[in-house]
């Protein structure tokens, strides 16, 4: 009797809710790799405005940078003009939040809506577009409900954030995946948004930009109870593909797929028992080209023999873009998650695979090793040019140059060096096509200028070529080798 009571109890002081979550009035799941950001069920479609696609919760997502002001605009839609809604993302941060923000509407006009993420706190505001109702529509680190997660949100993990505004029963409901972490009454009429506001994505007001990748946001014209966002995560779940258990392949090397590219992996002969297996990505993978090929030889042998694995995946020859850098997260994936090797992967380029490696670890910093270089490429404007690479990043030479200081490896370098990233480069002194002063003594300079670590190789009298002192250098082995190490 006494458990009957507390179930009846518990039923009467949850909110409603129902099998299955409610239709949205809006959904922008970001799968489009272009400008826009498409409503998938209705009409209020956004402009992307500096954010680039990465890999999503679901599919794509994309990916923002407080620094650069990154974000979604969204024009006012009388649908957003509503005293009782719900909004959901899924957030993924890169960086400490700082009122990171994941939507706001206080654009052209204050004192309606925006949600961010905060050091302890996931926090919102809420108005009646005349004056604030509530400041402080927050859940904190020690609201942890039911799963133990409070407020402090790590980096680096998916999250789904839910705000819900129940004007009839004059509350407001927070949730992180599916659980109710804080129950906020309030007086007054909310509004969402109003006539002749903008709504943004990853930007809730002011200087407040997110830092991070955000996915699958969504809005309900009604409050969603309980039962509804619970689905919300439980559907999230649904949506990926049951993951195969850890297994280490046996094979010492082998040829699969992600998403319709060709991936290799090379695994030592006697990995160490027990333990993550330390990598080497390699760039470019250009398999039809013979990339990597016999000159390689030589350092793979003495990577294997040290218990490091090698690896890569044929992205293309796209001169790093985001959808190359899009593809080798997935594969990183693959491989830390599914066939044991170490979250911590170092990198090595050859020459235009620098665009691809500096990118790729500018943006996953914390998940970087360290990265080695055969006269890598390291300037867009060196090679191959901005009227050559543009197309490769579906923009105008124009609007690359405007945007190299987030597809430019010697401007993007400050992440790599808050991380301690150590790098290494072997770089000839009379190479005419990726010439040495404009490519990795360029990046070591800056590199250096930052406070990080660089070793730079300069042998005399070589050029770009296939001298076998660049493919032997036993000081690039050396550094490979330790840095993958200490990976693990």
Known sequence: MRLMAACLAWLCLAAPGRAEPAAPIAHWTFEDAGAKA??????HHGTVRGA????????RALLFDRGRGDHVVIPFHPDFEIPSFSVAAWVRLTKPPTFSGILGTRFNGNFTFDMKVNTDKVHGDVGDGKRWIETAVNFYKDDVGRTGQGGNLDLERWYLVTFVVDDARKEFR??????????IPYAGTPKLMQAGQEMHIGHSSGDEYMDGAIDEVRIWNQSLGDDDVAALARGAERDQPAPPAVV?????MQF??????????????????????????????????????????WMFARFLAAGIAVAGI??????????????FSRLHEELTTRRGLAPKVCLLARSRGGLFAYNWASEHPHLVAGIAGIYPVCDLRSYPGLERACRDYSLSAADLEAQLDRHNPVARLEPLAKAGVPLFAIHGDIDALVP?????????????ELGGRMQLVVPAGQGHNFWEGFFRCPELVEFV???ATRGR
């Not at 680039?52 to 599919?59: F, L, W």
């Not at 290799?264 to 990339?291: E, N, S």
């Not at 044929?314 to 593809?327: F, I, Q, V, Y």
Request: aromatic share 6%.
């Open 38 to 43: 498409r409503d998938a069920v209705g009409p």
């Open 436 to 448: 040495l002063d404009a490519n990795s003594a360029a990046l070591k300079r800056r590199y250096e």
């Open 256 to 297: 699969f797929e992600i998403e319709g590219r060709r991936a290799f992996l090379i695994l030592p002969p006697t990995p160490a028992a027990g333990r993550p297996i330390p990598w080497v990505g390699y760039m470019p993978c250009l398999l039809d080209q013979k990339l990597p090929g016999d000159g390689e030889d």
């Open 248 to 252: 280490r392949p046996t094979a010492a």
């Open 481 to 483: 080798i330790e840095a």
């Open 174 to 183: 927070l949730y992180l995946d599916g659980d109710r972490k804080k129950t």
């Open 314 to 327: 044929d992205a293309g020859d796209t001169h790093g873009n985001p959808r190359s850098r899009e593809l």
């Open 52 to 59: 680039v696609p990465c890999a999503g919760r679901v599919g």
